[in-house]
């Protein structure tokens, strides 16, 4: 079944550490996105793929890196993770009808 | 900038009554798309319906329809017969129709929480 899957679903991690944040789709999906999102808040974009080999930031400002070399896998990687990391981040794919499609998200905690 | 505003941070509803979440946005497009997303706790976010601007027919998904007012720039959702899972987070969206950078990314709301009485 087409779907888009997320690991780990939590993470515990301590200060300085590099994580990668899994993200792969199996619908063929062009556009990939990274969102984080605080509790109770709104959800923020922090990178967008459009394609295999492209990469952009999004509106909010953040540390992490991505990476799209395969059309399926989009990883978030923090090379030295802060407190101020902790957050939830949602992956998201797209097709050319702009529906958007979740991941169940990935829960960072750094101590 | 386009902005996305959701006024109700909480709603409660009693199971098969209806309700109403509200969402307005600010925009100089005349040409977009809206969304409501659902995200149940520790779940994954759904699409619950979308609508296009050019549209004057509100979209309406089973259950799930909205009273869209392009003048006014609001876009609420009504729940109808509302049942025990519908209890989520609802986040109203905002994309601009022509893609190109960050303006065509999606502009989300902060969200209403929705509880669902039994």
């Known amino acids: 079944e087409a779907d888009i899957y997320q690991t780990p679903r939590y993470l515990v991690i301590g200060t300085g550490k590099k994580i990668t944040l899994e993200c792969s789709q199996t619908?063929?999906?062009?556009?990939m996105y990274w969102y984080q999102q605080d509790p109770g808040m709104e959800l923020h974009l922090i990178h967008y793929?459009?394609?295999?080999?492209?990469?952009e930031k999004g509106d909010l400002s953040s540390e992490s890196t991505v990476s799209r070399i395969r059309t399926e896998h989009f990883p978030l990687t923090l090379e030295s993770a802060r407190p101020s990391h902790t957050s939830q981040y949602l992956c998201?794919?797209?097709?050319?009808?702009?529906?958007?499609?979740f991941g169940s998200g990935t829960q960072l905690s750094v101590l | 900038a386009q902005t996305v505003t959701q006024s109700q941070p909480e709603m409660s509803v009693q199971e098969a009554e209806t309700v109403t979440l509200s969402c307005t946005y600010d925009t100089s497009e005349s040409d977009y798309y809206l969304f409501w997303y659902k995200q149940p706790p520790s779940r994954q976010m759904i699409l619950v319906i979308r609508?296009?601007?050019?549209?004057?027919q509100n979209a309406t998904e089973n259950r799930f329809s909205v009273n869209f007012q392009k003048a006014a720039k609001s876009f609420s959702l009504k729940i109808s017969d509302s049942q025990l899972g519908d209890a989520a987070m609802y986040f109203c969206?905002?994309?601009?129709?022509?893609?190109?950078?960050?303006?065509?990314?999606?502009?989300f709301g902060k969200g209403t929480k929705l509880s669902v009485k039994p």
């Open positions: 609508q296009e601007a050019y549209k004057q």
């Open positions: 998201a794919s797209s097709a050319r009808n702009e529906k958007l499609f």
């Open positions: 619908m063929g999906h062009d556009k």
């Open positions: 969206a905002y994309r601009v129709f022509n893609y190109g950078g960050s303006q065509g990314n999606l502009i």
């Open positions: 793929s459009y394609g295999v080999n492209s990469t």
